[in-house]
């Protein structure tokens, strides 16, 4: 008899045989996690984005942490501040005396004596210019000789040589008590002395050398963020930022803000035109106005660690999977305000309309 395959009958133990329940099911739930993973694919968007990390500063240099240094050579003569201590504009810091305790009595005493000799010079200088209007009468009624009316005016000269020396000299002990009387050294603006140099009272001190750091206080803030340079050419100003800052509590999810908890906006305030000395770009992120306010300065401080995702395109998932696979830069597309406009007919003379090339 032919064989027919729908025969079943004629093999028992291949009828006897049944898949598990477990299995259907199993293999069920595969094909419908495909099918769904492949629509979740090319349907559920992901938002781009260049990530990075920074810190954050101030916006002003002056509002940045600040050294005094000493202005001139001397010793540590007293220190009015300790660390920590809160400062106004123009509070003493610290005073530095010169290594000579006499010195300012030396300059007083030698800057008199100058003084006196600049007055006998003008005095000399005077009668001398006296002198040459006599003489010159006295040549026009040919009663001298030119060479006595040369004499005179030689002495005028000589006298005025003088007396341009002694006020240089002046000058120079003025400058030398000035210096003496810029030892005090002031804070330069509000803030919070933040570390003392620690050269004790009598300890020497040469030009320059820094006695204090200052940091100013309500200051405005902005994160320093560092973006590798594959993603940094599609980045302007006005991008909208997700921040997260060191030590807040923070849940990001990149390709979906709206879910995350725990971050703060920002937005693109200026992108560096040159890389830093690591190979990233830097990118100056401010607040975004009308959103959520950063934490207050008491929990974010200058200089705290921040993590960034300027938000760019939004794409699908499997789009961005394969760019990720590839290493290939974000997606790029041409503002709308960018687009080039189609030329405009032209009327000719007669009136006929003809396109532009």
């Not at 973006?227 to 909208?240: A, F, Y």
């Not at 929990?299 to 290939?328: C, H």
């Amino acid at each position: 008899m032919p064989f027919k395959p729908n025969h079943i009958g004629h093999f028992p133990t291949l009828a006897s045989m049944r898949l598990p329940r477990l299995s259907i099911v199993l293999a069920w739930l595969i094909g419908l996690t495909i099918a769904m993973v492949t629509i979740a694919l090319f349907t559920v968007p992901w938002v781009q984005t260049a990530p990075g990390t920074g810190q954050v500063i101030a916006l002003n240099p002056d509002d940045r942490v600040q050294t005094m240094t000493a202005f001139v050579p001397g010793r540590v003569e007293r220190w009015f501040v300790r660390d920590g201590q809160q400062v106004k504009k123009g509070d003493p810091i610290a005073r530095i005396a010169d290594n000579d305790p006499n010195l300012l009595a030396t300059l007083a005493a030698e800057r008199a004596q100058v003084a006196a000799e600049i007055g006998v010079i003008e005095q000399a200088r005077q009668v001398a210019g006296i002198d040459v209007g006599r003489s010159s009468q006295l040549l026009s009624e040919g009663l001298i000789a030119r060479r006595d009316l040369e004499q005179a005016q030689l002495k005028v000269a000589d006298q005025s040589a003088k007396l341009a020396e002694a006020r240089a000299k002046l000058n120079r002990i003025d400058v030398s008590i000035n210096r003496q009387s810029i030892q005090m050294i002031k804070a330069p603006q509000d803030g919070r002395i933040q570390s003392i140099n620690d050269a004790a009272v009598g300890t020497l001190v040469s030009a320059g050398t820094v006695l204090a750091t200052l940091a100013p206080e309500q200051v405005q803030r902005v994160v320093e963020l560092m973006i590798d340079g594959r993603d940094i050419g599609l980045v302007r100003p006005g991008r909208r930022v997700r921040l997260a800052f060191e030590g807040w509590p923070a849940i990001q999810f990149s390709g979906w803000p709206s879910i995350a908890q725990g971050m703060f906006d920002g937005r693109v305030r200026s992108v560096d035109q040159s890389a830093m000395p690591t190979g990233l770009f830097r990118v100056l992120v401010e607040e975004q106005p009308g959103a959520r306010a950063w934490p207050d300065e008491g929990f974010v401080r200058l200089g705290a660690k921040v993590r960034g995702w300027i938000q760019m395109e939004t794409v699908s998932i499997g789009y961005e999977l394969w760019r990720q696979l590839n290493d290939f830069p974000l997606q790029f597309r041409e503002p709308i305000g960018n687009a080039k406009k189609a030329p405009e007919p032209s009327k000719s003379s007669s009136g006929e309309i003809t396109s532009a090339k």
